[in-house]
């Protein structure tokens, strides 16, 4: 199960769907933060769950679950489970607000390089670096964003001193968008876009 943290979104329409090599009993309960899902697939395997809130994708959405057991059922080749509730207006009762620090920095001296900017292949970790060295201090941000949505995996890994290396896999064709950020700012370059 998990929950989807509801508070300051406003009502609307809550989607889950479930994909993976069986049906998956679902049900959604309402709690003090927001939505709880519980779903239960039947076959091992790996399961994608999408999340959409008002239609759109949350953060991180769709997130890979992979699952283990015993098999209690028949395995499909993709089977489709789904939830879909309509939300009421929910405040948090304690203020769990985390205000990040102020940082000084300069997106625009963050460099970047690396064939995963340019051009991406399908099935293969895709690479580049980031140097943020005489940036100043702050947060980096990386998203790649696909044809059918958010892609399902990027790993960012600090080397040290500001730098990063970020691998990501795709699995669809198409036109995809690279965006990097130090803080709140785009660094110089971002979006990218890549080919696959």
Known sequence: DFIVNTCSAGCGTLAVTIDGPSKASMDCTDV??????????????????????????????PFRVPCTGELLASKGVTETSSVMVETVTKVSKKSSQVSLPVFKSDASKVTSKGMGLKRAYMNKQNTFSISASDAGANLLFVAVYGPKGPCEEVFVKHLGHNSYQVNYAVRDRGDYVIIVKWGEDHIPGSPFKVEV
């Open 32 to 61: 003090e933060e927001g939505y709880k899902v519980r779903y239960t697939p039947l076959v091992p395997g790996d399961y994608f769950i999408a999340v959409k809130y008002n239609g759109f994708h949350i953060v991180g959405s």
